[in-house]
């Protein structure tokens, strides 16, 4: 099951910014929070991960809590090709672990004119 | 660099035949994983190869199977398909080592069994 808890619906105005939550009370102290998205019958695609410091990248901003339960994935300025499933999953980043990603029904994000 | 290929991109196949798909991961990764996507499901784990050896398995019956090859290519075989196997096939190639370890996906295999 996933570990991850999240809205299963979001809606948000082109140009604004869309700010996506995501619960995972039980994380461990070596999971990584992971972001993915998946447009439609597409692949995932990778957005972006953090452990416990804010991350920033080209797509997206990640904020995770101080106790890391949770996280909020932000892109700054939402355009109509934002409009995707959001995937919050968490994980040990270490492949010596296993490579198994376990996605729950992740977020459908609306961006709308 | 290129990305992770799978082919086909679709297939249509009927009830009890078998199908093999193809994934060739991004140069330099050596380890292959494999999903199935169906609207009811969602995404779930198939199984993963490393140094073609195959680490990691999910739940699924014995009817879905899989190699890889010295070159880090992986195939995944379905035999005796039944009409719930048509998904997404997704395979997704990453490092697996360092800290970063990312998945990097393919587009895809449309498998539709009739």
């Known amino acids: 099951d996933a570990k991850t808890t999240q809205p299963p619906s979001m809606d948000c105005a082109e140009g604004r910014a869309a700010n996506l939550p995501c619960n995972h009370s039980t994380i461990s102290g070596n999971e990584y929070v992971y972001w993915y998205r998946q447009i439609h019958s597409q692949g995932p695609q990778y957005i972006i991960h953090?452990?416990?410091n804010n991350e920033t990248n080209e797509m997206a901003s990640l904020i995770i809590t101080e106790d890391r339960k949770s996280s909020t994935l932000i892109l700054p300025h939402a355009t109509l090709r934002d409009t995707a499933v959001y995937y919050c999953?968490?994980?040990?980043?270490?492949?010596?672990?296993?490579?198994?990603?376990?996605f729950g029904a992740g977020t459908i994000l609306r961006v709308k004119s | 660099k290129a990305g992770v290929t799978q082919t086909p991109r679709y297939l249509i196949k009927t009830r009890g035949q078998q199908v093999t798909l193809s994934c060739s991961p991004i140069?330099?990764?050596?380890?292959v994983s494999w999903y199935q996507q169906t609207p009811g499901q969602g995404l779930q784990f198939l199984f993963e190869?490393?140094?073609?050896?195959?680490?990691n398995k999910g739940n699924f019956p014995g009817r879905f199977s899989g190699r890889q090859f010295s070159n880090s290519r992986s195939e995944m075989n379905v035999s005796t398909l039944e009409l719930g196997d048509s998904a997404l096939y997704l395979c997704?190639?990453?490092?697996?080592?360092?800290?970063?370890?990312?998945?990097?996906f393919g587009a895809g295999t449309r498998l539709s069994v009739l």
């Open positions: 997704a190639s990453s490092s697996r080592t360092g800290g970063k370890n990312i998945q990097y």
């Open positions: 140069s330099g990764h050596r380890s």
């Open positions: 999953i968490v994980r040990v980043a270490s492949g010596e672990y296993g490579n198994k990603l376990v």
């Open positions: 953090g452990l416990k």
């Open positions: 190869y490393f140094s073609e050896t195959q680490r």
